[in-house]
RNA sequence: GUUUUUCAUUGU
C-alpha cells in the first residue's frame, strides 16, 4: 500500500493524474488495500490540478468504501472547494465535519483564512481567526499577513490597521511582507501619507525596503497624482542600492500617461530599455493607453508593432 | 529516520 501511494503521489506531482487514477483502480481490485492516505493523496493530487469534482467524487465514497476521512482528507477538500471559490460547500461541510467529531487543527483555518481571502470574503475569513483563538490555536504571522491583506483588497484598511496592531500586541515581529501589504494596501486606498508614514516605521523596525516597498509608494504616489514623490522615489530606491524593476516603470509610465504626458512616458520606456529591463506586455500596454489618450494613434500603431516583432502578443 | 494537506506583499 505504501508503494502505491508513493507511486500515486508521484505521478500527481508530474501531473499525470490519469495514471495516478488507474493506479489507484487498481487497487480496488487488486491485494494492496487503500489506506486514508491513499485517498487523501488522490484528493489532494486532484484538487491541485483543478479537477476538484473528482476529488470530491472520491471524497464522497471513500466512507462507503471503508476509510474514513481524517483531518488531511477534509483539508484537502477545503483546499480544492475554495480555489474553485465554492464557499458555501466548504462552509457546510466545516459545519458538518464539527459535529463528526473531527476537529480542525492550523492548517485548517489557515487554508480556509487563506481561501476565503482570496475570494474576497473577509468577513468569514476573520471568523474564522475568532474561531481560531477561540480554539485555542495561536495564528501566526502568515495568517495575519494573509488576512491583513484580503482586508486590504476589498478597501477595509481601518480593520486591517487592527489586525498589524494585534500582531504587534501580540509580539510578533512583522516582516518585509507584512509591512509591504499594508503599506500598499494604503497607498491603494489614496492614503500616501499613511503609506509613507509606515514605510518610515519599517525602515525604523530595521527592515531593508525591498524594490516591492518602493514599487507601492510609487504607486501610491501616482495614485494621489503626485509624481515629483514619485519621481523623487525612484531616485531615493536607486540610491538605497534597489535597482527598479519593469514594475516600477509600469507605475511611473501608468503615472504619466495618466497626466496627459505620453512623450515624457515613452521616454522613460526608451530608459527602462537602455538599463536593460525588458518591457512586458503590460509596459506596452499602459504606454499604448497613453499614446491613445494623447491621440497619438500613429505612434499607437507603431508600438504595437514593436511589441510583435518582440514577440510579444497584444491581448 | 521511508507515503498524503495549507500558506502572505507590487503593475494594465
Not at 499577513?145 to 487592527?162: F, Q
Not at 495614485?223 to 514623490?229: F, L
Not at 534597489?242 to 522613460?268: F, M, R
Request: negative net charge; charged residues 20%; aromatic residues 8%.
Amino acid at each position: 500500500t505504501r508503494t502505491y501511494n508513493t507511486i500515486i503521489n508521484g505521478y500527481l506531482k508530474a501531473g499525470k493524474s490519469s495514471e495516478a487514477l488507474q493506479m489507484f483502480e487498481e487497487m480496488q481490485k487488486g491485494s494492496c488495500s487503500r489506506d486514508t492516505i491513499t485517498y487523501n493523496t488522490m484528493i489532494m493530487g486532484l484538487c491541485k490540478a483543478g479537477k476538484v469534482n473528482d476529488a470530491y467524487g472520491i471524497f464522497a465514497a471513500m466512507e462507503h468504501q471503508g476509510c474514513s476521512p481524517d483531518v488531511y482528507t477534509y483539508n484537502s477538500i477545503f483546499y480544492g472547494l475554495l480555489k474553485v471559490h465554492r464557499l458555501a460547500e466548504a462552509l457546510t461541510l466545516f459545519e458538518v465535519k464539527k459535529t463528526k467529531g473531527c476537529s480542525p487543527d492550523h492548517i485548517t483555518y489557515r487554508t480556509l483564512i487563506n481561501g476565503f481571502c482570496i475570494a474576497g470574503n473577509a468577513d468569514q475569513a476573520l471568523q474564522f481567526l475568532v474561531d481560531l483563538k477561540a480554539s485555542g490555536h495561536v495564528p501566526d504571522l502568515v495568517t495575519y499577513s494573509t488576512l491583513i491583506n484580503g482586508l486590504c483588497k476589498v478597501g477595509r484598511m481601518d480593520v486591517a490597521y487592527k489586525l498589524y496592531e494585534d500582531v504587534l500586541e501580540q509580539k510578533f515581529v512583522p516582516n518585509l511582507i507584512t509591512m509591504n501589504t499594508l503599506l500598499n494596501g494604503f497607498g491603494k486606498d489614496g492614503q500616501f501619507d499613511r503609506a509613507h508614514q509606515l514605510f518610515a516605521e519599517l525602515k525604523d523596525m530595521g527592515i531593508r525596503p525591498d524594490v516591492v516597498s518602493y514599487n507601492a509608494l510609487i504607486c501610491a504616489a501616482g495614485k494621489v497624482g503626485n509624481t515629483d514623490a514619485a519621481f523623487q522615489l525612484l531616485e531615493e530606491m536607486q540610491c538605497a542600492g534597489c535597482s527598479p524593476d519593469v514594475v516600477t516603470y509600469s507605475h511611473l509610465i501608468e503615472l504619466l500617461s495618466n497626466s496627459d504626458k505620453a512623450g515624457q512616458a515613452w521616454d522613460l520606456f526608451t530608459q527602462m530599455e537602455k538599463r536593460g529591463r525588458h518591457p512586458d506586455l503590460v509596459s506596452y500596454n499602459l504606454l499604448l493607453a497613453g499614446l491613445v489618450k494623447a491621440s497619438r494613434l500613429d505612434d499607437a500603431c507603431y508600438l504595437m508593432e514593436e511589441a510583435k516583432r518582440k514577440g510579444l502578443t497584444p491581448d
